[in-house]
């Protein structure tokens, strides 16, 4: 989300939000259904060689797990390469008109 909205102007962040929340929604749903299909395959791979069902489901489900963690990893690393570090990663605050204040009558 920081990257993201870091580059957008005042003009374009309800657009920018818009398109990172929707890429958050899809790429959860995705994320979720190469998962399962993963979990699903290995599953079906171990029944047919004569595991038992409950031997079966906690290989592919294993599988999933562990390819969801080298996921995670991966996407610690990209994030630690793409986000600035030090001075470049300092937050630039746009000027904004003081708020007028209230007094009571």
């Known amino acids: 989300m920081t990257l993201a909205m870091s580059g957008a102007t ?23 259904a190469v998962l399962a299909t993963v979990s699903t395959t290995r599953t079906n791979g171990l029944l047919a060689t004569g595991h038992s069902v409950a031997s079966a489901l ?19 690393v990209v994030g630690i390469k793409v986000l600035p570090h030090g001075e470049a990663a300092k937050v630039v605050q746009i000027d904004q008109e003081p708020e007028e204040e209230l007094v009571a009558c």
């Open 10 to 32: 005042p003009s374009d962040a309800g657009l920018a939000s818009g398109l990172v929340n929707t890429s958050v929604e899809v790429g959860g749903a995705l994320g979720l």
């Open 58 to 76: 906690t290989g592919g489900y294993h599988l999933a797990f562990v390819v969801s963690a080298l996921l995670v990893v991966t996407a610690i």
